[in-house]
């Protein structure tokens, strides 16, 4: 009976097998690690737009007459109860200058704001060493933090230091910004709307926190809205 004679990989073949692994590393890792730095700026991105979704749904819900949020490496936030937000801002005896031109001052120093830490669950650039993103604005720029005041009825604004905004494309209105950028590519100081840094995005707020998203194409130097 003839015997079968197994056969095994030669020197050659396994070097061409070796070579052709190598070449799709060289070709394919520049790849994966792109993917990889924008996927997580992407992430960043729905946590702080579901954060803000979140924070909208309990004014629209009755639980807070105000919240306001400051956007910066920590979110911080503050809440104003329906009793207080109607005082401040429908109170008949009450004449302040936030009822008179419908604004909002700093949580910590206008009257029935108060800090909910309980709620401060996000933290971002260098106030978290698990983020990939740094933030702009931030501490590094002017203005330095963006400020939501979130109401019913969205007449509310923050204009004491007036929060980074542009002209929406398809209303021609005014939308505060709050832009990520990777920290792969990025540093806190280089983190800004108007540069060509990669893994970029941004979100734009009107005046009832109606968020649209954009991500900027390297290639088109232009921001290509992707949701809202």
Known sequence: MQKKIAKGFTII???????????????????????IADRNVKKEV???VSFIKERKSEVTSGKYGMTQLLLNRTME?????PQDFSNTYH???????Y???????FGDTQPGLK?????????????NSNSNVHIYPSAWHNPFRTVLCITKDGTIKFTKYPNKTEKDPSTGQNVDIFVFCSKSNSTQQTCKLNT??????????????????????????SWISIDG
């Open 196 to 221: 060509n840094l990669d893994y970029r995005y941004k979100i734009t707020l009107d005046n009832f926190q109606n968020i649209k998203i954009y991500k900027y194409n390297k290639k088109k130097n």
């Open 46 to 48: 729905y946590d702080v």
């Open 91 to 97: 109170g008949i005896s009450n004449s302040s200058s």
């Open 99 to 105: 009822k008179t031109n419908k604004t909002c001052g």
């Open 13 to 35: 073949e396994l070097l061409v097998v070796l070579a052709v692994i190598g070449v799709f590393a060289v070709v394919a890792y520049p790849n994966i690690s792109n993917w």
């Open 77 to 81: 936030v503050y809440t104003m109860s």
């Open 115 to 127: 800090r909910r830490t309980d709620l401060e669950r996000l933290k971002l650039s260098s106030d």
